[in-house]
T-cell receptor, first 112, second 116 residues
Framework: GDSVTQMEGPVTLSEEAFLTINCTYT??????LFWYVQYPGEGLQLLLK?????DKGSNKGFEATYRKETTSFHLEKGSVQVSDSAVYFC???????????FGQGTTLQVKP | GAGVSQSPSNKVTEKGKDVELRCDPI?????LYWYRQSLGQGLEFLIY????????KSGLPSDRFSAERTGGSVSTLTIQRTQQEDSAVYLC??????????????FGEGSRLTVL
């Protein structure tokens, strides 16, 4: 069945460091791919998305490119801030129902 | 309200008791999901409602779990005879149901269930 695998955390970085959180997926066809973020004490919210191969999603300085050849959707940011500390979830949606399948989540902690 | 509302935000119960968790989705959203987030785990799909169609119950972990959605709006997730392994954060999300494959869900802040 469909699945999403994320790199294990926690990831601890210093402010202004470069961030990569790896995400790979298994799915038939052409899923849509997403990154959701959960800030401390808040609900999950969509960070960015890509709906077809080679699309790049971007938001708040974060980027991820839909790579069909490597079935990946790695999240990157050039310079993280303390306020980026959160749990990041990679997800895919293969049907038109909007049903999302999530990865395990990766905790990011950014230290001043 | 403007967002997805869940209640209670925290629930502590004794093993063997029944609990009900409520979700009030965004007005006009036709689709509603329940997910479970356990410590150190990802989000586990439980059940999905879309309009008047039969719900997708494929994620419910046992027959102690059930959910209903009345009038196409508010949903209640019921856990009977709770067990300690049911302790988790239960998340509700709603979706417009009109944006095809984009799949953007709007989540509530969750109901944290602790079974003693």
């Amino acid at each position: 069945g469909d699945s999403v695998t994320q790199m294990e955390g926690p990831v601890t970085l210093s402010e202004e460091a470069f961030l990569t959180i790896n995400c790979t997926y298994t799915a038939t066809g052409y899923p849509s791919l997403f990154w959701y973020v959960q800030y401390p004490g808040e609900g999950l919210q969509l960070l960015l998305k890509a709906t077809k191969a080679d699309d790049k999603g971007s938001n708040k300085g974060f980027e991820a490119t839909y790579r069909k050849e490597t079935t990946s959707f790695h999240l990157e940011k050039g310079s993280v801030q303390v306020s980026d500390s959160a749990v990041y979830f990679c997800a895919l949606s293969r049907s038109n129902t909007g049903k999302l399948i999530f990865g395990q989540g990766t905790t990011l902690q950014v230290k001043p | 309200g403007a967002g997805v509302s869940q209640s209670p935000s925290n629930k502590v119960t004794e093993k063997g008791k029944d609990v009900e968790l409520r979700c009030d989705p965004i007005s006009g959203h036709t689709a509603l999901y329940w997910y479970r987030q356990s410590l150190g785990q990802g989000l586990e799909f439980l059940i999905y409602f879309q309009g008047n169609s039969a719900p997708d119950k494929s994620g419910l972990p046992s027959d102690r779990f059930s959910a209903e959605r009345t009038g196409g709006s508010v949903s209640t997730l019921t856990i009977q005879r709770t067990q300690q392994e049911d302790s988790a954060v239960y998340l509700c999300a709603s979706y417009t149901g009109t944006s095809g494959r984009t799949g953007e869900l709007f989540f509530g802040e969750g109901s944290r269930l602790t079974v003693l």
